[in-house]
């Protein structure tokens, strides 16, 4: 019997062995999470679906663990952490920006601690909220969306021209980007820029009553309004998400966004790790699987949403709508409220902004 072997069956015959080994060091190194389980809270719509399917079932197999995803809006997964603050059910939580600094003050929240996160290393700084208590995913821009036909304004301030007159569809108050409509009107107002403008939203009531000829209606849904405007229901909505308008642009509706000279508002996708929750240990791998290059760059090509770390390589056509690496971000000054601020006014803003489009 000749004891010629060729080189290809070597290499093939040590990858085996190699890959025997690994297997079983992979598996006694994840030990701690084989059969453990955790229960979070992600985003209802496209992105929650993107999660369960492209996410979980990989991270599952990875840790031999059980990921259970239950969908919700922001305020309901307030809630929820609320009523379970006593005996916690969440591990982990996906909300908007703005529910970090609720849940902190409510103690319903964990500090992140970093040495559990290694993807954290390259995470934007402007993505770390409330001192390490919440770490954003990735960020759609905030800003006007119009229907191509027209000419879209330069400035907030053109929203009150005459030419507009019932043609805007406004983001109703139930809504996030409706607090940053009335920071751009109290920018209008003071010429103060965002920064400042945002302590000043009780100077802007007037000006805003004064907008109620060139708006058509207060709307709800984000999906509907840009639907909407794309069909020349309406020439203009907002403040509103990119992340719900630029899926019809990419599909050649004549809908895209606008922003304005003033600057564009933050709407970053961010998670908060409950307090006391079960498992917290797979609850931190979870969250750092989220911030992982092999999550971060198809979450973003997926929700058309700059991804919150740094290095990763884009198509030129997938830049064309979303503000990275974040050198871009500065260039469309792009904005976050002092939601410790905004959150303690919101209710009172609410309610003065349904008087004046209520009467």
């Known amino acids: 019997m000749g004891t010629n072997i060729s080189r290809r069956r070597v290499i093939k015959a040590a990858a085996a062995v190699t890959g025997a080994v690994a297997a079983p060091m992979v598996l006694r190194r994840l030990a701690w999470a084989q059969g453990k389980q955790i229960e979070i809270g992600i985003w209802s719509g496209a992105q929650g679906e993107f999660v ?44 908007d920006e703005l529910a970090i600094d609720i849940c902190k003050r409510e103690d319903l929240i964990a500090k992140i601690p970093t040495d559990k996160l290694p993807n954290l290393a390259k995470l934007y700084p402007r993505f770390i909220y409330e001192d390490g208590y919440g770490t954003g995913i990735g960020s759609s821009t905030g800003g006007l969306f119009y229907n191509t036909s027209i000419t879209p304004p330069k400035s907030f301030a053109e929203l009150w021209d005459l030419r507009f007159k019932g043609q805007i569809k406004l983001n109703g108050p139930k809504n996030t980007p409706s607090v940053h409509f009335l920071i751009a009107t109290a920018s209008v107002v003071t010429g103060k820029p965002f920064k400042e403008a945002q302590y000043l939203v009780d100077q802007a009531w007037t000006k805003l009553a004064e907008l109620k000829p060139n708006i058509q209606n207060l709307y709800d849904s984000a999906v509907e309004a840009a639907n909407q405007v794309a069909q020349g229901q309406a020439m203009i909505g907002g403040i509103e998400s990119s992340k719900y308008v630029y899926p019809y642009t990419r599909q050649g509706a004549p809908v895209t966004m606008a922003y304005m000279q003033e600057g564009t508002f933050a709407a970053p996708n961010c998670q908060i790790l409950a307090k006391n929750g079960p498992n917290m240990d797979l609850g931190l791998a979870f969250m750092d699987r989220m911030l992982a290059p092999e999550v971060q760059k198809p979450l973003s090509e997926f929700a058309l949403m700059a991804p919150a770390v740094s290095g990763i390589e884009f198509s030129k056509e997938f830049l064309e709508y979303v503000p990275y690496p974040d050198s871009k971000m500065d260039a469309l000054k792009l904005f976050s409220p002092d939601w410790t601020h905004v959150n303690q006014q919101r209710s009172g803003w609410i309610e003065k902004m349904n008087q004046i489009f209520s009467a």
């Open 52 to 95: 369960k399917k492209q996410v979980i079932p990989k991270f599952e197999a990875d840790f031999g663990c059980k990921v259970l995803a239950e969908e919700g809006f922001t305020l309901q997964q307030i809630s929820k952490l609320r009523a379970t603050k006593a005996n916690p059910k969440y591990t982990v939580m996906f909300v």
